[in-house]
């Protein structure tokens, strides 16, 4: 399998991911979603493991984990991210932290959060 060009922006692929996606977080994904775009207009999306993923520039910047049917978390997964305190991303993995959302009220409270740390790691990509 060849690798995946994470330059271009696949929109239509993500948008048609979320017409079928039948999850009891389906609000909560779209609007952090829209939340993560809003960020910064070089943000590309494209569907990755089975969900909607993030990058800036060629770089990952994050990806939801839509397994569970209880909650729902994005996995940071840039080197960067070890660099960003937030009582929010867990996991003391040496190259990605996880941050959990357990319903859409609890992504509706922790989107700044979530913005803060997507425009942090966008600064150590641009460094």
Known sequence: MGKVDNTVNKTQ???DFMAKLEHP???GIELL??????????????????APSFSYRGEYLTT????????VFLVFHNPHIISIA???????????????FTDLADAKDKKPEVRRIV?????????
Request: net charge negative; hydrophobic share 35%; proline share 2%.
């Open 13 to 15: 692929e993500v948008d």
């Open 86 to 100: 937030s009582e929010h991303l867990t996991g003391d993995y040496p190259d990605r932290r996880l941050f959990f």
């Open 25 to 27: 977080f389906a609000d």
């Open 33 to 50: 979603r829209a939340h993560i775009k809003d960020t910064n207009g070089e943000i590309t999306e494209q569907v990755k493991w089975k």
């Open 119 to 127: 425009e942090e790691l966008i600064k150590m990509i641009n460094k």
């Open 64 to 71: 939801f984990n839509l397994w569970s049917r209880k909650d």
